[in-house]
């Protein structure tokens, strides 16, 4: 493999490797099963966390929510409000009120400006917007 390669592997060959690296070394596990002896140190430091989870896992990434979930859950119920009374909710009046929560809740550094949080917002939301063409 070449050395700039990325690899992915499922939970259920890194039991392997940390199987195998238990009975014998972390070099010999590494070497066997042609991965870096760091990460055999890594999976072996995460042992409980991959015999624990199902086998086609890949990462343990951190959680799925935002910085601000107050905030995101008050822009949903203003998308529900607005749905409700058959409104409709575009790009601009979400980021236009994810704004105003922002001055009205004081958050500092706020993305909402930014063009990359309104989709993840509304993935994690389950929101969806308007496209407008004029």
Known sequence: MAPNERSHYSAAYK???VLAAESSSNVQAG???GV??????RWRGQREKLFACAA???TFTGP???RHPEMEAALADFVRTQRAAALPVTTEVLQATARA???EQVVHNCRCIESTWHPTCSR???IVCIVRMS
């Open 15 to 17: 039991r392997k490797v």
């Open 31 to 33: 070497r066997d099963f």
């Open 36 to 41: 870096d002896e760091k990460n055999v140190r």
């Open 56 to 58: 086609t896992r890949m």
């Open 64 to 66: 799925r929510k935002g």
């Open 101 to 103: 929560l922002s001055r």
């Open 124 to 126: 994690r939301n389950k």
